[in-house]
C-alpha cells in the first residue's frame, strides 16, 4: 500500500491552474487543482514539468505555501529574468490552463513535532530568507486551522517591503513574527532592518536552553549562515533542520 502511494505521488499528472495572482514584487502565487492529490504535510513541495513543442522538457520544484486544510494547492513563483520556467509560470500561465505537476514530495522538512499540539511540546522556530518563506506559509497556516498550542515564531528576512510574501497570512496567523528588511525600509518604519546575525538570532529567537526545533530556509549562503550562527548559539545541531535553494532571490 505504502509502495503504490509512493508511486501514486511520483507520477506526473495534468492539473488545472485555477488562479494566478501577484504575490508580491516579484513573486506570483499559483492556485492549481490536481485531480488526485492526496494531501500533503506543511513543508512539502511539488514538482513543474514544462514541455516544449519540440520535446524539450524543463522541470522546477516549489515549496506548497497552502496548509492541508485548504482545498487544492497554492504555489509562489518567484520570477527570474533568465529564467527557464518561472518566466512561463507567472507571465504566461492563464486560468484553466493545465500544467503538469507530481507530488507531494519531501519528509525532512516539515512541521516537526510528529502531531503533538499540547502547550509542553518544543517550541518551534522558523527563520526564513527571501522566498524561503513559502513553506512557512502552509506551516502557519496549519497551525492556526488546527488550534495548535505550540508557540512558534518566524523571522524573517526579506528585501524590501514590497518583497514581504504572505503579509496577510503572516498577520493572521498568530504567531510571533519579526520582520527584519536588508535593502530599504519606508518612512516611518519602526520594525527591524539589516541583515540576520548573531544579536538579531539573540534577541528574536527562542533561546537554545528552551531546545527549540529550528527551521531554516533560503538561499543557499542565508541559510548556512544562520544555521552556522544558531548551533554557536548553542543550539542542538540535531533539532535544527534546513532547506535551501541556490542563489534563487538572491541574497535577503
Do not use: K, N
Not at 17 to 27: D, L
Not at 132 to 137: W, Y
Not at 192 to 198: F, I, N, P
Amino acid at each position: 500500500m505504502a509502495r503504490a502511494a509512493l508511486r501514486r505521488r511520483l507520477t506526473w499528472q495534468r492539473a488545472e491552474v485555477a488562479a494566478v495572482t501577484r504575490e508580491s514584487a516579484r513573486a506570483f502565487r499559483l492556485s492549481i487543482r490536481p485531480p488526485e492529490w492526496p494531501g500533503h504535510l506543511p513543508g512539502q513541495h511539488l514538482d513543474v514539468r514544462l514541455t516544449a513543442v519540440d520535446g524539450y522538457t524543463a522541470q522546477r520544484s516549489y515549496s506548497i505555501a497552502s496548509p492541508p486544510e485548504r482545498p487544492g494547492v497554492d504555489l509562489v513563483v518567484e520570477r527570474l529574468e533568465d529564467g527557464e520556467v518561472s518566466p512561463y509560470l507567472t507571465d504566461v500561465l492563464r486560468p484553466g490552463d493545465p500544467l503538469a505537476v507530481r507530488g507531494p514530495i519531501g519528509g525532512y522538512f516539515v512541521w516537526p513535532y510528529d502531531g503533538v499540539a499540547t502547550a509542553a511540546a518544543a517550541p518551534v522556530q522558523l527563520v526564513a530568507g527571501g522566498s524561503g518563506v513559502v513553506p512557512f506559509l502552509a506551516m502557519l497556516g496549519h497551525h492556526r486551522a488546527t488550534g495548535s498550542a505550540v508557540e512558534v515564531r518566524l523571522l524573517y528576512s526579506a528585501r524590501t517591503l514590497e518583497d514581504v510574501i504572505g503579509r496577510a497570512e503572516l498577520d493572521a496567523s498568530g504567531a510571533a513574527v519579526s520582520l527584519t528588511l536588508t535593502r530599504a525600509a519606508p518612512a516611518g518604519w519602526t520594525g527591524l532592518t539589516g541583515r540576520v546575525d548573531r544579536a538579531m538570532l539573540g534577541a528574536r529567537t527562542i533561546a537554545p536552553a528552551r531546545g527549540p526545533r529550528v527551521l531554516v530556509c533560503g538561499p543557499t549562503a542565508f541559510v548556512e549562515a544562520v544555521a552556522g550562527e544558531l548551533v554557536a548559539m548553542g543550539h542542538d545541531p540535531g533539532r535544527v533542520r534546513t532547506e535551501r535553494f541556490g542563489a534563487t532571490g538572491g541574497p535577503a
